[in-house]
């Protein structure tokens, strides 16, 4: 039988080892300086994904990040700063989680570690009414339980991470000769009539990972942020992204103005990791309606962004990352006891009642399923009339805890009147207008 073995380690790797042990990270939570938010001083070993580790954790512990400012020197991540408010107490501890950066497939399997409690499911493929509960009711047909998932949709694709129970021991799915079964029914299923390209599965065991990380990989390589020609995008709630040239400091930098919600931080930041940039400085301000980003960034090869095509390629990726996000449609928020098929006949009645799921997150909470779904109507993407959110509390009843619609706020313009950059005084060149920094052509 043939073996691997993994590669040795280089005399490098063991010297970034013994640093990173001698050198801690330093955290600092000062609840002192400021009086309606919490201002946290981060100090660490600069590292590719430092950022982003800082910020997952920050958004896992349901913060918001109002504020951030950040800065690296040679091999320090210094002073990363946030002012994070508590939209509500929550300090419980939390499971740590390593970031898998292995390449994404159109449908995987793996249970979960420790326990063996759940088992997870990625897919991704092409959007349609109904899809959920198509993949609701062949789950439940095989006798699984959904007791977690979230699904995006973006630009006629859709990616969901779910985890499903055997029905019979309410633990993961342990027979592999089940599991294929589920993969295979399932890829009909994503697959539908779209004969557009070639479908790839693949079953594992594999440890956990962060299933909002995971959503935005598995987009990514679905490549959704290239735009089709079908057009009907809302033009007025798409993110202003600008990619311009500091030739001064040989940094790209990037300025992003969009609607502010939670977790913008974390979906910017997520894409620029994974697009293998480094973030070198950066300031965030978010206020009531709009956010505002500016990052200067390299590529991990130490290199500014070189060509106009990379330029364009960041920006799609970007607008791609805050899009997906976006809370589109009817917010119907539901809380019932948990069982078997519950998903399947939730989504059956948004089907019958001609509606299509933009987003949706799925957990479950003490015995209880606790879902947020946002819906549009399947025929014209537009808002759910009135009789048909009527028709849906009748039909769901008691489980129905809030029912809101969503609200529209157009975009800013990069460019418009403000300050100009906010980190343009780290530089003694300092920047102050976007009229300072060579634009590519």
């Keep these: 039988m043939r073996r691997s073995y993994p590669p040795a380690e280089s005399d490098d790797d063991e010297y970034a080892k013994f640093i990173k042990r001698m050198n801690p990270p330093r955290v600092v939570v000062d609840n002192e300086s400021c009086e309606n938010v919490t201002v946290i001083r981060v100090d660490s070993i600069n590292q590719h994904g430092i950022l982003l580790e800082v910020v997952q954790v920050l958004i896992d512990l349901k913060l918001t990040v109002k504020k951030a400012y950040i800065s690296s020197d040679g091999r320090w991540f210094m002073a990363g700063k946030f002012l994070a408010f508590f939209p509500f107490v929550f300090l419980s501890k939390t499971d740590s989680s390593s970031l898998e950066t292995d390449a994404c497939f159109f449908l995987k399997l793996r249970n979960s570690t420790g326990i063996r409690e759940r088992t997870i499911i990625e897919m991704t493929g092409t959007d349609r009414p109904g899809l959920l509960s198509e993949i609701c009711a062949v789950l439940t047909n095989r006798n699984c339980n959904v007791v977690e998932a979230e699904l995006w949709t973006h630009n006629s694709r859709v990616a969901a991470v779910v985890g499903v129970t055997d029905d019979a021991t309410g633990r993961a799915v342990e027979d592999s000769d089940r599991l294929f079964a589920i993969e295979d029914l399932l890829w009909n299923v994503l697959k539908g009539d779209d004969d557009s390209g070639a479908a790839t599965t693949s079953t594992l065991s594999a440890g956990q990972t962060h299933t909002e990380r995971r959503l935005h990989q598995m987009m990514f390589h679905d490549r959704d942020y290239e735009r089709g020609t079908g057009g009907g995008d809302d033009e007025s709630r798409r993110p202003q992204v600008a990619v311009m040239d500091c030739s001064e400091k040989d940094y790209s930098v990037i300025i992003v103005r ?21 973030v ?3 300031a965030v301000d ?14 991990v090869d130490g290199h500014p962004i070189s060509s106009e095509a990379e330029r ?23 809380r019932t006891p948990d069982r078997v098929g519950l998903l399947s006949e939730i989504t059956r009645v948004f089907r019958e009642n001609g509606l299509t799921i933009r987003r949706a997150e799925i957990s479950t909470e003490g015995g209880k399923a606790v879902d947020t779904f946002y819906l549009v109507d ?40 403000g300050p ?4 343009g005084t780290l530089f003694k060149a300092s920047l102050q207008s976007f009229g300072l920094i060579r634009s590519y052509s």
Excluded at 380 to 402: C, D, F, P
Aim: contains cysteine; neutral net charge; hydrophobic residues 40%.
């Design 378 to 417: 399947a025929s014209s993407g537009n808002a759910v009339e009135a009789k048909t959110v009527e028709a849906i509390r009748r039909e769901l009843g008691a489980m129905v805890v809030r029912v809101k619609p969503s609200r529209v706020v157009a975009s800013p313009e990069v460019g418009a009147a």
């Design 280 to 282: 070198f400085h950066g």
């Design 286 to 299: 978010a206020g009531d309606e709009e956010a505002y980003q500016e990052y200067y960034i390299r590529h």
């Design 420 to 423: 100009g950059f906010l980190f």
């Design 258 to 278: 969009s609607k502010d919600r939670p977790k913008l931080l974390f979906d910017t930041v997520c894409t620029l990791t994974d697009m293998q940039y480094v």
């Design 312 to 334: 364009q390629r960041l920006i799609q990726c970007l607008e791609a990352a805050i899009e997906r996000r976006f809370t589109q449609g009817l917010e119907v928020a539901l």
